[in-house]
């Protein structure tokens, strides 16, 4: 049941290299690099806290989680979680057209990116 709570609808606190030390039920983190106490070896595994202590749960490739702590979603590919980046906001020129296909363009790339399209 940890597990279907912390995967059903996955967000994590923050990226973390050691254990937080007083996490409540139900809250979790992802595990960063060159962790350390329980958390150590558990590299990119999002970290569940429950009354029976941690829980790590691996990721599956296009696996989305919200990152609190950054206000953005982390979507985990080719082995690593990633933010996918935010296209810019076409500005000024002369040719309409051409900017707003360059900011389609940039929206159809971080959607793709998202996993939210093919």
Not at 42 to 60: K, M, N, V
Request: aromatic fraction near 8%; include cysteine; charged fraction near 15%.
């Amino acid at each position: 049941m940890v597990a279907l709570d912390a995967l059903l609808h996955p967000a994590i606190e923050a990226v973390v290299t050691s254990p937080p030390t007083a996490p409540a039920n139900g809250q979790c983190w992802l595990v960063g690099t060159a962790a350390t106490g329980v958390f150590a070896g558990q590299t990119d595994r999002i970290a569940a806290w429950s009354e029976g202590g941690w829980r790590f749960l691996a990721p599956r490739e296009g696996m989305r989680a919200y990152d609190i702590s950054s206000a953005a979603y982390r979507v985990y590919a080719g082995g690593s979680w990633l933010v996918p980046a935010t296209p810019t906001a076409p500005t000024g020129g002369s040719v309409i057209d051409n900017q707003a296909r360059a900011a389609i363009s940039a929206m159809l790339t971080s959607l793709r990116a998202a996993r939210v399209l093919a």
